[in-house]
């Protein structure tokens, strides 16, 4: 099976800047994918960011872009989520996660989840 090892939440202040990171271990297939998701109390799961491993393609969530970049290191078998320009209401826990079929906007099309780490954005 797959794990995934999160770090870089933390507490930061409005306008400030956090960098996710995510380590991926264990079985996966060549066309996998790795996405950035976050839930904030008592909404819905949403999706950030996703990219493709083979091919490096992106997409990034309408609220986030221009402020969140997803990139990753091929070697380390690691994404990152740069977060700059953070805004209060982008206080969640992120998930990191691993489909292996492929990019998606979707939580149903990934199949590893990591812990979560929070993201607390101050006002």
């Known amino acids: 099976q797959v794990q995934l090892a999160e770090s870089g939440g933390g507490l930061v202040q409005a306008g400030g800047s956090l960098r996710l990171s995510c380590a991926a271990s264990?079985?996966?297939?060549?066309?996998?994918?790795m996405g950035w998701f976050r839930q904030a109390p008592g909404k819905e799961r949403e999706f950030v960011a996703t990219?493709?491993?083979?091919?490096?393609?992106?997409y990034t969530a309408d609220s986030v872009k221009g402020r969140f970049t997803i990139s990753k290191d091929n070697a380390k078998n690691t994404v990152y989520l740069q977060m700059n320009t953070l805004k209060p209401e982008d206080t969640a826990v992120y998930y990191c996660a691993l489909g292996l079929f492929g990019t998606s906007r979707s939580v149903e099309h990934y199949q590893y989840w990591g812990q979560g780490t929070q993201v607390t954005v101050s006002s």
């Open positions: 990219i493709t491993w083979s091919g490096g393609i992106t």
């Open positions: 264990g079985r996966t297939s060549n066309g996998y994918a």
